[in-house]
């Protein structure tokens, strides 16, 4: 006879059904799928699961380690087992952003400041490619040789990838193992996080400040035993913080008692993130890699990344690669090389990242004249520490204003919120900080220098 347990969740209620491990997992998949389950809900503690389902505490416990190595639950020790803040699975969308709201929590860059594909999509036709040509395009390669070359990126072969997130993926699969500990910025990027605990790999925060990770918090976590770092040189997301020559040099001599460390920098804004090029890496350096995207400067629908790094990590990326997708579409690549080959594509990026420091310094200025902390160096957002997230998101939007809680961003840092300004224009800066002042009580909490 099949068992169930009805659990109230949030003025909800949802059945955890099954006898066996495989059922029991999909009866609970089955409800975040639907909706019934969401983010950040509770599940019955492993006895409690087991007495109700008539099952050993055994199998409970193998479920919630099978759903927690796929990304689903998340164990908090006393907080217990919880869904994750993004599982991976496709689930109900987010509610729209109501009418006559303005949208500056979804990070998008202003798509009037990305270069037009036209001239790229003209000189598109020709013979249709077919299988067993090279993986990647020479010019592109090339192209991409140079540009990090400029940047002072460590000489090594070149793998094309299908973004940002899908090298970053490949990187991690490249030496790690299921169990290893990755240290990652406190406050990080939400997907990256979401990646890590769906790999069955263990996040150990790293707390930062204007100028990136800092040494001392980065040390502690590597002491650990962490098997890799992901660093973000500059328009960090959520903060902005980037990395200065101090900073970098700093971590740099730090990173070398740790020559097996495996080194990830994830440039993905580049050229349009308003602070120049730093780099953590170094060809002597035995595991590393450097991946630009070219989303936020060329487009979004461009799933397009640049990687470089040591010769055996490129190899096994390229490797799996090959055994999946096998390349990234030739005509994507195309598309990429022609325009970064085209010298109206380097006016409008230049435009772009000049547009993107005016915006953020503007809401910048805006907030520190009303006495509200906040930070920025680079990028497409600004990140505000405050006392409690939802009453001020709440808040805001009721201003007419949507940003995003920083609840997903954080592992043990503090509460913020996150701003984004690709599409807010310098002259609504104050419009946006008299609603922030009016939506902060208490006070912003002071950042740290």
Not at 249 to 265: G, N, Q, S, T, V
Not at 377 to 404: D, H, K, T, Y
Request: net charge positive; hydrophobic share 45%; with cysteine.
């Amino acid at each position: 006879m099949l068992q169930y347990i009805l659990v109230n969740v949030t003025e909800q209620s949802y059945r955890i059904a099954g006898s066996t491990t495989r059922e029991i997992a999909a009866s609970v998949e089955d409800a975040v799928l639907r909706g019934r389950l969401r983010p950040g809900d509770r599940l019955p503690a492993v006895r409690a699961l087991a007495r109700s389902l008539g099952v050993s505490p055994t199998t409970v416990a193998a479920v919630y380690r099978q759903l927690a190595a796929r990304g689903i639950l998340s164990g908090e020790g006393r907080r217990g087992t919880r869904i994750t803040s993004r599982p991976p699975i496709t689930a109900r969308p987010a509610p729209a952003i109501p009418r006559g709201v303005r949208d500056v929590a979804s990070g998008n860059p202003d798509p009037a400041m990305l270069p037009s594909l036209g001239p790229a999509l003209k000189g598109l036709d020709g013979p249709p490619g077919l299988y067993a040509r090279a993986r990647n395009l020479p010019e592109l390669t090339a192209l991409a040789s140079e540009l990090l070359r400029r940047d002072g990126i460590p000489a090594g072969p070149i793998a094309i990838v299908g973004g940002a997130m899908d090298g970053i993926e490949r990187l991690l699969g490249a030496h790690l193992h299921f169990g290893d500990r990755v240290a990652v910025e406190d406050p990080g990027y939400p997907p990256v996080l979401d990646l890590l605990r769906t790999l069955g790999l263990v996040a150990v925060p790293v707390g930062l400040d204007g100028h990136g990770m800092a040494p001392d918090e980065l040390e502690r976590a590597l002491r650990t035993g962490a098997a890799a770092v992901i660093v973000t040189p500059r328009a960090q997301n959520p903060t902005g913080a980037a990395l200065d020559a101090g900073r970098a040099a700093a971590l740099r001599k730090m990173l070398k008692a740790y020559p097996d460390l495996m080194l990830i920098e994830d440039d993905h804004a580049g050229p349009v993130a308003g602070a120049h090029a730093m780099t953590l890496c170094a060809s002597e350096r035995r595991r590393w890699a450097v991946v630009r995207s070219v989303s936020k400067f060329l487009g979004p629908d461009l799933r397009l990344a640049m990687m470089t790094g040591d010769e055996l990590t490129i190899s096994r990326v390229e490797g799996r690669q090959a055994l999946g997708t096998g390349w990234v579409s030739h005509i994507l690549q195309r598309i990429v090389a022609a325009m970064l080959s085209d010298p109206r594509t380097a006016k409008m990026v230049a435009k772009a990242a000049a547009a993107y420091a005016e915006r953020r310094r503007a809401l910048l200025d805006a907030l520190a004249a009303r006495g509200i902390a906040a930070s920025g160096n680079s990028g497409l957002n600004v990140w505000i520490p405050v006392v409690e997230e939802a009453s001020v998101v709440q808040a805001m939007l009721e201003a007419g204003w949507a940003v995003a809680a920083g609840e997903r961003y954080r592992i043990k840092s503090p509460p913020a919120i996150r701003i984004s300004i690709g599409n807010l224009a310098p002259e609504d800066a104050s419009k946006l900080a008299d609603a922030m002042a009016r939506a902060l009580s208490p006070p912003a909490l002071s950042l740290p220098a």
